[in-house]
């Protein structure tokens, strides 16, 4: 009886210290996700990576089995949105969706920064896009060596759609890389960037292609290039910097997720499986293209690369042309 009662008890003390039966291995092996995941968009409503996140939020959806709920948390370049992201638990229940720039050109940008780069790591790069490098018909310029031969002359005026956007960058790049006279007019978006370029307000501007798109297709802007790796799938006929001989003047955007870096890889698989789905279904993909986005689909070691060499180009550009917002 009692060599009986010790062997119940040592085989309950190794069950105990397997973590078999308890409350705690219960807790640790819960499936993910276990209550509604939050899409941080940090970027207002109505921007192409509100669109994405909206897009893909259905897909996560069915596939996660729990409510996916997008949330717009935007102001001072992504970093308000991102901060909300890097507090929360460590979980996967909330996602950042956003783009590069937050994490690749606001540390070098900005004085102080609400997070560290280092809070986050990819789930996935989703999509990349260029910049549509337009002018006014006004100014003569006709070409790309029109337009340098301008920069190198009496000088130029670019909208952007503000401070610290792709578009202000994109400017940045040209001056660095090309030594062009070009003073950046900051509009508050996009829209009104497109829309002082229309109204001859300034000369030109680099700009998402599908708001420049229809005033191209009217005759009252004039397209020279676009600024991605490959040709616009809204404008395949523009030629990319590169082709043209100015591979240094290339500037794309690039859509990402993020999770908290302490996130479990399985959680993080999670993610991107679901992710990765969505982008492959039509409609996901028709939206895509109507926002003239590239299918990326990088994780893992790729896009840590890609936005780490990214980071070291766009500081050594911020460094050289002294760009800063408070």
């Known amino acids: 009886m009692q060599r009986r009662t010790i062997l119940s008890t040592l085989s309950a003390s190794l069950l105990l210290a397997a973590g078999l039966n308890t409350p705690t291995t219960a807790l640790a092996q819960e499936v993910y ?42 102001g001072a370049g992504g970093n308000v949105g991102a ?75 670019f909208s952007s759609g503000g401070n610290g956007s792709p ?72 030629p990319t910097v590169r082709e043209l001989g100015h591979p240094n003047l290339e500037q794309e955007v690039l859509y990402l997720v993020m999770v908290h870096a302490s996130t479990p890889e399985p959680i993080v698989r999670t993610l991107q499986n679901g992710i990765l789905e969505a982008l492959k279904r039509p409609d996901v993909k028709a939206r895509l293209t109507s926002l003239d986005l590239h299918v990326e689909g990088l994780t893992g070691a790729a896009a840590t690369q890609r936005l780490a060499e990214a980071s070291t180009r766009y500081a050594r550009i911020v460094s050289a042309t002294g760009m800063q917002v408070d």
């Open 33 to 74: 996700p276990s209550k509604p995941v939050r899409l941080i968009n940090n970027w207002p409503p109505g921007g192409p990576s509100d669109i994405l996140a909206r897009s893909v939020q259905p897909v996560l959806q069915e596939l996660l089995k729990q409510p996916v709920i997008v949330e717009n948390k935007a």
């Open 167 to 238: 578009g202000h960058l994109s400017v940045e790049v040209f001056k660095d890389a090309a030594g062009l006279k070009i003073n950046h007019v900051p509009y508050r978006g996009n829209t009104p960037a497109v829309t002082a370029v229309l109204a001859g307000e300034v000369d030109g501007g680099n700009l998402a292609v599908p708001g420049m798109l229809p005033h191209v297709q009217a005759g009252r802007i004039v397209p020279l290039a676009v600024t991605s790796r490959q040709r616009s799938v809204l404008a395949p006929e523009l």
């Open 83 to 157: 901060a909300d992201a890097a507090r929360a638990a460590p979980d996967g229940h909330t996602v950042l969706f956003g783009i590069d720039t937050t994490f690749t050109i606001n540390p070098h940008l900005y004085r102080q920064m609400p997070f560290k780069p280092a809070d986050f790591k990819p789930v996935v790069i989703m999509a990349s896009s260029g910049l549509m490098v337009g002018v006014h018909p006004s100014t003569g310029i006709k070409s790309m060596p029109d337009l340098i031969a301008a920069g190198k002359g009496k000088g130029l005026n």
